[in-house]
């Protein structure tokens, strides 16, 4: 049982996966190395047809209207099952503020090649002296008759090297504080001038990207609302996914994934690592959290959509509260793996097919990498620190 | 328990010229393991834990430590502290004819006893000895063997029960070597009637084989250590470089109080050492081997913490391959992986008390 109800639609969710989600895809998914860019391009298709892909959109726009409850058990369901999971810059980020801002001609452009998986879409927001201090950056786009003239760069740009466009916060005039000098650009990643270079992880896995910008030529037309408003427009475009950072299905797939591990056979002795109390109470310990946090999760939920109680930081806590969380139960999940996770697993030899003379357990693939990876968690997206200082504001407001 | 909390004139001196050994490496790299090997055997790194009447420069574990900590420092992935520290020192005590060949770094040894799923209940040992037509074979599978052995010093159950130590060359042995995740050389050994020379058997096999595992433990203790020192400094200086809002991001109350905390258990770390030092020149193996779970588990403690915040300070830098923070968490996080974890070595201790 979920925290979130109604399982008539959740089993309808499931039923649809069983239907459609090949089980090597699936499997593969589960591992934890990042997306495969054609699993994604095949499940958001799937999802298309069946009018899911955009699930957090509303009807008008191709979405599906859903409820935040409904969209956090499809959430949950897609992701327990090994669904890869669809562009999130396009589907969470870009596409909200062009049907909220966009005019017309932006909307009936992209939001269809969004919804059919045809754009893939990357973030250019932090630059390298523009992390935390996101107002600070300092990429230019300069008016030129019908086009900006962009110089600069980005950096931390997800997925940028399988993307068809990113969307940017650049500065248009240096008046006044610094959030006031900034627009919302929409720009073709294959526009000359663009120049893009891996950042590889200390998972060993590419997924960053440093975005370099030389000349690059953009439509005026592609701008989004008003220039020098883009901060207001990122702001609303941030405020909006609030509740989707909480990781609650990575979450309860890691520790499906541990409680796993610690229950084959010889994983202490002869027998089971889960049959050792001292264990099986830590693991305990971390699902009690992650109990708490779910359900946490499922009162903001609920006061969102009753529309009460919207000043509270709660927010706030679902971000640091279940990236924490997904670090702790990564480290549980090494250590339940013991000498296992000792060898590398290199993401390009487990993402499509296991080497048969593989050391180590299979239980192990992809556990350590995405440990790793997730130590971003607690940085992106506003690092922990941040969140605590919105917390902390929020509370002590006079 | 006599302890010893300032190094020597002579451990400080060994300090430096570790250091300054190491200073020019690029902890990000591998580098050659062979060279890394040769250089430390000419500096008598092997024999720096070994008194005179042992053939060796008449220092103790905490010399051993002094060099430990250096190399992890600089995340020199060859096994000095495994095959140099450990293996060598066991394989000395039972063959001591063999003295000049193993201070000259002419056999690389690497114990082979950790067996998947042993998680240090130590003599837990599976892997079965047979006597066929006067020689000995053994049987079974041992893990995590970090290095790159010429020698395998492995244990096994004998006939009646007992704990054997055998060798075999790593030529006859069929390793399966693979790259670990922090950049070393890991392997894992599957043994199929696998012929092996007897070394010791019986009570003093065990006394000999409890002994390197205490060693092992305090000695990747202080490599740990090292690291942490290094993850530390490179973050103490981010924090007086890199600003944010206009300002260092050392100026920030919740970061200094950061760094104050990741000081505090780098400290605890550097302390416990002592203890298990104390309890490796000690002469009552219980005690010994409780000390020894105890650094394990505080250093591995405070090393998750230190590596993990180190990186948190950096931001997202901290999370590419290309910048050194990273690396000692993979080294950390791999520390504490083995032998059990923090948490099993807790409970050892407490089994211990």
């Known amino acids: 049982m979920g925290a979130l109800g109604d399982e008539e639609f959740r089993a309808e969710v499931r039923a649809f996966i069983a239907a ?6 699936a499997s593969r998914t589960l591992l934890g190395y990042h997306p495969h860019k054609p699993d994604v391009e095949f499940w958001t298709a799937k999802l298309d047809k069946r009018g899911w892909a955009a699930l957090n959109w509303p009807v008008e726009y191709g979405g599906t209207g859903w409820s935040i409850t409904k969209r956090h058990i499809f959430d949950e369901e897609c992701y327990l099952a090994g669904c890869p999971a669809v562009n999130p810059q396009a589907f969470h980020l870009v596409g909200p503020i062009i049907y909220a801002i966009g005019n017309e001609a932006q909307k009936n452009f992209f939001l269809p090649k969004i919804r059919s998986g045809e754009h893939f879409w990357a973030q250019g927001f932090s630059e390298p002296n523009a992390g935390s201090d996101l107002a600070a950056l300092q990429t230019r786009a300069v008016r030129e008759d019908d086009e900006y003239i962009v110089n600069g760069q ?14 940017c916060l650049v500065r248009t005039s240096t008046e006044g504080r610094k959030q006031a000098g900034i627009s919302f650009l929409l720009v073709d990643l294959k526009a000359p001038g663009i120049t893009i270079r891996p950042i590889i992880g200390i998972e060993g896995g590419h997924v960053l990207n440093e975005v370099f910008f030389e000349d690059v030529r953009v439509p005026v037309a592609n701008r989004i609302g008003e220039e020098n408003e883009g901060w207001t427009y990122a702001k609303q475009l941030l405020g909006a996914e609030r509740t989707f950072s909480a990781v ?21 002795g002869r027998g089971k690592l889960i049959d050792d109390p001292h264990f099986a109470r830590r693991l305990a310990q971390l699902e009690i959290e992650l109990m708490a946090h779910e359900a946490t999760l499922a009162r903001v939920v609920a006061e969102e959509e009753a529309g009460v109680n919207q000043h509270s930081p709660t927010p706030s806590i679902l971000k640091v509260k279940g990236t924490e969380l997904l670090q702790k139960l990564g480290a549980l999940a090494i250590e339940a793996l013991g000498d296992s996770a000792i060898p590398d697993y290199p993401e390009a030899d487990y993402l499509l097919d296991p080497p048969n003379d593989a050391p180590g357990a299979p239980a192990a693939y992809g556990v350590v990498s995405d440990f790793l990876y997730h130590r971003s968690a607690t940085i992106y997206g506003g690092a922990n620190e941040v969140q605590r200082n919105i917390i902390a504001a929020q509370l002590l407001r006079a | 328990m006599e302890l010893h909390f300032l190094p020597t004139e002579e451990q400080a001196m060994l300090r430096d010229s570790v250091r300054r050994w190491a200073a020019g490496r690029d902890v990000r790299a591998a580098g050659d393991q062979q060279v890394d090997w040769a250089y430390g055997a000419e500096q008598g790194w092997l024999m720096a834990g070994l008194p005179e009447e042992a053939g060796g420069l008449g220092g103790s574990d905490a010399d051993s430590a002094v060099i430990a900590e250096e190399l992890g420092r600089a995340l020199v992935r060859t096994g000095f502290v495994e095959s140099g520290m450990v293996a060598a020192q066991l394989l000395l005590a039972i063959a001591p004819e063999r003295a000049e060949e193993i201070a000259m770094g002419g056999v690389q040894p690497v114990l082979a006893h950790d067996e998947p799923g042993m998680r240090a209940c130590y003599l837990n040992v599976t892997t079965r000895a047979e006597n066929v037509e006067g020689g000995w074979k053994l049987s079974g599978r041992k893990s995590a063997i970090v290095g790159t052995p010429t020698s395998l010093v492995v244990s096994a159950r004998m006939p009646d029960a007992a704990v054997g130590l055998f060798e075999i060359s790593a030529e006859d042995a069929p390793l399966r070597s693979y790259e670990t995740f922090d950049g070393r050389t890991g392997g894992e050994l599957t043994l199929e009637a696998t012929p092996a020379e007897l070394l010791l058997v019986g ?6 084989l409890l002994e390197a595992i205490d060693r092992a433990l305090v000695l990747e203790s202080a490599e740990a250590l090292g690291a942490m020192e290094a993850a530390f400094d490179m973050t103490r200086d981010y924090l007086m470089t890199r600003k944010q809002y206009g300002q260092l991001i050392g100026e920030f109350q919740a970061l200094r109080h950061r760094i104050a905390d990741m000081f505090i258990e780098l400290e605890q770390a550097r302390s416990i050492l002592v203890i298990g030092l104390g309890g490796l020149a000690g002469s009552n193996p219980q005690e ?6 105890a650094t394990r588990a505080r250093v591995a403690q405070a090393g998750q913490f230190v590596c993990g915040q180190a990186i948190q300070l950096h931001g997202g830098i901290g999370v590419t391959d290309e910048y050194p923070v990273g690396h000692f968490f993979k080294r950390i996080t791999a520390f504490a992986a083995r032998h059990g974890g923090e948490a099993r070595q807790v409970e050892r201790f407490a089994e211990l008390s």
């Open chain 2, 203 to 208: 009570k003093p096999a065990e006394s000999a």
């Open chain 1, 20 to 25: 459609e989600l090949p089980s090597d895809m």
């Open chain 2, 288 to 293: 010994r081997a409780r000390l020894a779970a």
């Open chain 1, 154 to 167: 980005k950096i931390w740009t997800s997925e940028a090297q399988y993307c068809d466009w990113v969307f």
């Open chain 1, 248 to 268: 609650v299905p990575r979450c309860k797939g890691l520790a499906v994934r541990t409680r796993a591990i610690a229950s084959r056979d010889g994983s202490k």
